[in-house]
């Protein structure tokens, strides 16, 4: 179950890891995950303490770089970043700070949503207008149909001889005659 330490078991991180500080700074220290023997050195010093690997973002006093070589130069720390508590503090604090600009993004919001909903009303209300005229052009077009349907039929009515009918069918046909004239305004004495 002893697993055979090899110098590095995966080149890609390797490739990647390598220019890194932290990475750099352990190499030279020779303390870092491959010393000159290609195994894992013990992170416990001699003396029994714990020995401490910093962080990107932490600077370490006692590394000896070689200025010349620009493969071993540490530059300047790596800042942090942030954690999530810090981040939502920082966000928190933010937000308390800059209520006013927050009023104004609602103001600007809230007056963007009245002009939307006003140009809705009045695209809605020239669609009922549009649609009442069409209706009314409608019921105009209905009524002059039904009127010249109502006048042929008069013009039938007033066209039918009744001097060959039967009393009782005679005098249906005079009556609905009758109508017809004194509807249309033509004088008792004046026909056509």
């Given amino acids: ?15 990647v890891l390598q220019a890194l500080p932290k990475f750099k700074y352990l190499m030279i220290l020779g303390t ?64 308390s700070s800059s209520s006013s600009s927050l009023e104004s993004i ?9 002009n939307i909903f006003r140009e809705n009303q009045e695209k809605r209300q020239h669609q009922r207008d549009s649609q009442n005229e069409r209706l009314d052009m409608a019921m105009q077009l209905k009524r002059e149909e039904l009127a010249m349907k109502r006048r042929e039929e008069e013009d039938r009515i007033m066209s039918i001889n009744t001097q060959n009918m039967p009393p009782d069918l005679r005098f249906y046909w005079q009556q609905r005659q009758q109508e017809i004239i004194s509807r249309r305004g033509i004088p008792p004495g004046n026909r056509f």
Avoid: W
């Fill in 1 to 15: 179950m002893h697993k055979e330490k090899k110098p590095f078991a995966f080149e890609e991180c390797y490739q």
């Fill in 106 to 114: 609602i103001d600007e919001t809230s007056n963007k949503i009245t």
């Fill in 32 to 95: 870092g995950p491959m010393n000159e023997e290609g195994y894992d050195s013990n992170p416990v010093t001699p003396t029994g303490s714990f020995q401490h690997f910093e962080t990107p973002g932490e600077f370490c006093p006692n590394a000896q770089t070689d200025t010349n070589s620009s493969e071993n130069q540490i530059s300047k720390p790596l800042q942090r970043p942030l954690g999530q508590k810090a981040t939502k503090r920082a966000k928190r604090l933010g937000a």
